[in-house]
């Protein structure tokens, strides 16, 4: 008796199961991400979204977008997007925050090229204007270890799979 009803349960939860994963397969379907790497190559420059320039006379800098890069990294700050998605990291607190920016860049490229172009294939309905808050507080935070894991945070979304990779921009 007691097998009967295990196995019972078993198929029940393996139907319940399979019904969420078919449920939700297509919400996952739909979320992708372009990685830093994608936004710094020149072919891929026309997938940038004003107000963001990546080169020319007047690219955007990280401190034109992230406001508080001039309070707390102003090296930082007087740096090109283009330039931050290129940053290695390294020691101390502008090493993690080179690492953070890197990601938080392409973060807010992907979500200004996903509010441009219909909202519907980058990871949720994330606005450039979040991400821009979400960088500028955790700029001001003073413990690496917190900064570095908001960085895999953006590093995870932003390593979805690009829809846009093999295309010219």
Avoid at 51 to 76: I, K, S
Avoid at 128 to 141: I, K, R
Wanted: proline share 7%; with cysteine.
């Amino acid at each position: 008796m007691r097998i009967r009803k295990k196995a019972t349960v078993l198929a029940v939860l393996a139907v319940l199961v399979l019904s969420l994963i078919v449920a939700v397969q297509p919400v996952l379907a739909c979320r992708y991400g372009c990685t830093p790497g994608f936004w710094k190559r020149p072919q891929h420059f026309g997938y940038w979204t004003a107000p963001h320039v990546p080169d020319g006379d007047t690219p955007t800098l990280v401190g034109d977008v992230f406001d508080d890069a001039w309070t707390y990294f102003p090296d930082l700050a007087d740096d090109t997007l283009l330039e931050a998605l290129d940053y290695g990291g390294g020691p101390g607190p502008e090493g993690a925050a080179q690492i953070y920016l890197r990601a938080a860049v392409a973060t807010l490229l992907n979500s200004a090229y996903n509010s441009a172009h219909g909202g519907s294939w980058w990871y949720g309905d994330v606005t450039p204007a979040q991400v821009v808050g979400w960088v500028n507080e955790v700029l001001s935070w003073d413990n690496r270890g917190d900064v570095l894991s908001d960085a895999e945070w953006f590093d995870g979304i932003n390593n979805l799979g690009c829809p846009l990779e093999g295309q010219d921009g």
